[in-house]
C-alpha cells in the first residue's frame, strides 16, 4: 500500500499529491518508471516558449538588481518522446532554479498536456542569474512580510505553465519518427574551471574563484577537478538531424547583476547554432557545475562575454562533428526518489524569525525562506525524482540542483561502457549538493548546501540504480 500511495502521487496533480502524505522513499523501494522495448517505434516532438519575465521581476532569488532590460529572450526548450511506454518530457529552461513545489507543479503541467505522469517529465534550469528563480514555498514566506521583493512573480508563473502546455499540445500535432540516434563528445578550451582552488595544508577552502574572478593569483592557479567535454545526443529521422542536446558543465555567467535579461554565453553559443540549423532544435543542458565557473578565463568584463559564448559553441560544433549515428534499438526510463535529511542546524523558528527581521539584509531574509521551505517540504514527506532516459548505449543522467561535478564524473565511472551525459539544475530544492569529503573543507558551497553529508550517499546511490 505504501507504494501504492508513492506511485500515485507522481501520477496526480500536486494538491492532489500533498493530500496523500506520502512517506519518504529509501532507494532500495524505489518503483521504477520504465519501459524497456526492443524493435521499438520511437517519435519526437519538440516545443519551445518565451520564458522571459517582465519589467521589474526578480533575479536569482530576489537579492540582485530586477529586470530592467532584455538583452536576448529566456526560452524553455524541450521534446516529448513518445514510443517508449508512456510519453517522456525533458525540458531545459533559462531560469536560475525551479524548486520544491514550483518543480512539481511545471512537471505537473507538463505532464497533463503530454498525456503521462509527473515521474516522466525532467525540467532542467540552465542557471543563468539575471533570470528568475522559482519557489513558490519561499515566495509565500517573503510576501506575508509585506516589505520584501518577491521571489517570483505567481501570475507570471501561472502563465509559464500554460504556455507549456500549449506549446507541448502544439507539438504532439506533429511529432516525427525517430530512427537513429547518436553521441559525441568535443572538448571545450579555456572555460570550466573548479571554483574550489584555494585551500590551505589541511584542505580547507580560503577563497572561491567565482563566475567572474579579477584576483590574479587565483586566476593563475590550475584549473582543478573539471570534467572537459561538452557532450552532445541527437535524435535523427534517416540523415535528418531533429534535436541535439548539449551538455556541458559549468555555471553561466560571464557577469550579472545589471538588471538585463540574458540566456548568457552558453545560450547564446545555443542561439548561434541554432539560427545556422532552424530545422533542428538545438537544447543546451548545464551539467553538475556546483562547484564550476568561468572563473580561472573570465574577469567578468563585457568583452568577455562574446568570447566565452564562442568556446562553447566551437565546443558544440566539435561535438556534433564527432557523432555517429545508430540505428534505435531500445529506450528505457528509470527513476529513484530520495529526500536526503536536511542540515540539523537549520532551525525552522529561528529562520522564520531571520525572514521578519528587517534588520536583516534581503539576501539575510530571503534565503533563510528557501531555507525554511526545504524544511516544510521535509514535514510534507516530498521526494526528490531522479531520472534517465537510456537509449541504446547513451544515459540521459537527470540530477537534481547545484551538485558537484564529481557526482557527473562518478556516474561516468560507474557506467563505462555506456555514454552518459548529464543535466543537472532540476529540483533545486536542496540548493548546492556538495560532496560529503566536501563538508568539512567549508567555503561558500558549504555554507548555502541545505542538506547533511548523508546527500552523497543517497544520490549515488539513485545515480547507480539509474
Known sequence: MAKLRRRRFLQTSTASALALGMGRLALSETLPASSNAKGLSLRIAP?????????????????????????????????????AGDPVVVCAVD???????AH?????????????TPDRVAVHCVHQHNAPMACLDAEALVAAEGDLPHIVDVPFFRECLEKARAAIKESLAKPEPVTHVGHGQGKVVE????????????????GMRGSACTDPKLRAMTEGLIDPYLKTVAYYNGEKKLVSCHYYATHPMSYYGDGRATSDFTGLARKQRQQEEPETTHIYFTGCAGNISAGKYNDGTKEMRPILTKRIYDGIVASEQSIQRQPVENAEWRTAEILPPARVSLNAEQLAAAVSNKQNTVVGRNRPAYELAWLKRHEKNIPIVLSSLRINDITLLHLPAESFIEYQLRAQELSKDRFVATAAYGDGGPWYIPTKEAYPNGGYEVSVAFCEPAIDDELTAGIRTL
Open 104 to 116: 512539481v507543479e511545471w512537471r505537473t503541467a507538463m505532464a497533463e498536456a503530454a498525456g503521462t
Open 95 to 101: 531560469w536560475t532554479g525551479i524548486l520544491n513545489q
Open 47 to 83: 516545443f519551445r516558449f518565451d520564458v522571459t519575465p517582465p519589467m521589474g521581476h526578480s533575479c536569482c532569488g530576489g537579492w540582485i538588481k530586477p529586470i530592467e532590460a532584455v538583452d536576448d529572450p529566456l526560452e524553455a526548450i524541450g521534446y516529448v518522446l513518445l514510443g
Open 191 to 206: 572555460v570550466a574551471s573548479n571554483r574550489r582552488i584555494y585551500v590551505d595544508e589541511t584542505g580547507k577552502i580560503l
